[in-house]
T-cell receptor, first 112, second 115 residues
Framework: SQQGEEDPQALSIQEGENATMNCSYK?????LQWYRQNSGRGLVHLIL?????REKHSGRLRVTLDTSKKSSSLLITASRAADTASYFC????????????FGRGTQLTVWP | DTGVSQNPRHKITKRGQNVTFRCDPI?????LYWYRQTLGQGPEFLTY????????KSRLLSDRFSAERPKGSFSTLEIQRTEQGDSAMYLC?????????????FGPGTRLLVL
């Protein structure tokens, strides 16, 4: 069963704009991860944020985590056409076994 | 790292046939995962191995599905008597304690179409 729910389901912006995607989940977690998937390809790991962290940065990516609201956001600044992809959040549901639970994803389209 | 590789990349088969997919993880990774992804959905966990031991199987993994990792390196996923509902992308991922168990590295996937 799916764990997270990404919001919005689809997002369309112009190059240079910022893109914000949200993820909500239902259970306790050890960490939350964001992945990117280009059409028809495998998933690429973007960033991992632990449950005791509130914000993390990686290049043009900024991830926040609010465990009290069971939600996370992914911000992509100064977007590029190459950022066009589906973005998924994934959690471990508090397990250390390694299994990940993914949401349905946000389809981001960045127009040149 | 050469990355996770999967073969074949695409498979078209007729209903009732058996298919087998292969996954080669990143060489030092001891954990290997299989996921299934249908159109418009996120990946759903099927099973995972630590070395050669299969430690967890999802309820999605019916009796027609079997996975092996005989020497703790590559893994195979076999689907017997395929059904049209098996059409999906099958993704393999691996992880390593040295990089943190939590980060899984995915292969390009095998897209299965059952006619």
């Amino acid at each position: 069963s799916q764990q997270g729910e990404e919001d919005p389901q689809a997002l369309s912006i112009q190059e240079g704009e910022n893109a914000t995607m949200n993820c909500s989940y239902k259970t306790s977690i050890n960490n939350l991860q964001w992945y990117r998937q280009n059409s028809g390809r495998g998933l690429v790991h973007l960033i991992l944020i632990r449950s005791n962290e509130r914000e993390k940065h990686s290049g043009r990516l900024r991830v926040t985590l609010d465990t009290s609201k069971k939600s996370s956001s992914l911000l992509i600044t100064a977007s590029r056409a190459a950022d066009t992809a589906s973005y998924f959040c994934a959690t471990d549901r508090g397990s250390t076994l390694g299994r990940l639970y993914f949401g349905r994803g946000t389809q981001l389209t960045v127009w040149p | 790292d050469t990355g996770v590789s999967q073969n074949p990349r695409h498979k078209i088969t007729k209903r009732g046939q058996n298919v087998t997919f292969r996954c080669d993880p990143i060489s030092e990774h001891n954990r290997l995962y299989w996921y299934r992804q249908t159109l418009g959905q996120g990946p759903e966990f099927l099973t995972y191995f630590q070395n050669e031991a299969q430690l967890e199987k999802s309820r999605l993994l019916s009796d027609r599905f079997s996975a092996e990792r005989p020497k703790g390196s590559f893994s195979t996923l076999e689907i017997q008597r395929t059904e049209q509902g098996d059409s999906a992308m099958y993704l393999c991922a691996s992880s390593s304690p040295s990089r943190g168990l939590e980060t899984q590295y995915f292969g390009p996937g095998t897209r299965l179409l059952v006619l």
